[in-house]
């Protein structure tokens, strides 16, 4: 009786694409950056052959919702439509999936933050604040908050001790794009 060798081949796994970033990827764009502006250029790699390693990529779940789009044979991240705005959300967190094109399909899902950078666009405005000295004198904003028009009654002599109106100003942006404020005058009208 001779000895039998019985060999058993397995089938070959197939591979998933693997995204070439690591996890706390930071990216950034600027606020005012216009719609299709390239943020970053994801890679993944598959090891199979033929359809079971052409890659495409795609936004995963909720990043959907994101003012992002990602190109599905680029792997290229952009911006899109309404765009960003730091003042109403300075961070995202983007989850990009690649997939191949195998049977069964594989998928590898990975993610990267987005923070938004401020720009310059707000102008500071006038924070409504009663006058001093007396209910003789007033003071008239623009609904805008942008001047500020201080009345003056020629009997108000408080004004002299206490000042003719406490004027202040906010600023939506960032601390580096705000204040401190300087304030001067614009026009001294005299009345009748
Ligand atoms: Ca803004
Ligand atoms: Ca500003
Ligand atoms: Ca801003």
């Known amino acids: 009786m001779t000895n039998q060798r019985v060999v058993f081949y397995l089938p070959l796994k197939k591979q998933q694409p693997l995204i070439s970033l690591s996890l706390f990827l930071k990216l950034s764009i600027a606020e005012d950056a216009e719609d299709g502006r390239v943020i970053y250029r994801f890679t993944a790699t598959d090891r199979d052959s033929g359809k079971a390693g052409n890659v495409t990529y795609a936004l995963a779940g909720d990043s959907q919702e994101l003012p992002f789009r990602v190109h599905p044979?680029?792997?290229t991240l952009v911006l899109a439509p309404p765009g960003v705005d730091y003042e109403l959300r300075n961070s995202y967190f983007v989850r990009i999936v690649a997939?191949?094109?195998?049977t069964p399909q594989k998928r590898?899902?990975?993610g990267a933050y987005v923070s938004v950078e401020d720009v310059n666009d707000n102008r500071p405005v006038f924070r409504v604040t009663a006058p001093l000295g007396g209910s003789a004198n007033s003071v008239q904003c623009t609904a805008d908050g942008a001047n500020c028009t201080v009345h003056v009654h020629e009997s108000s002599s408080d004004s002299v001790v206490?000042?003719?109106a406490h004027l202040n100003a906010t600023d939506a942006d960032s601390s580096e794009n705000g204040g401190p404020f300087k304030f001067k005058l614009l026009d001294v009208n005299e009345g009748e």
Request: no cysteine; net charge negative.
């Open 73 to 75: 044979i680029t792997g």
């Open 99 to 102: 997939s191949d094109d195998g």
């Open 108 to 110: 590898t899902e990975n």
């Open 162 to 164: 206490h000042g003719l």
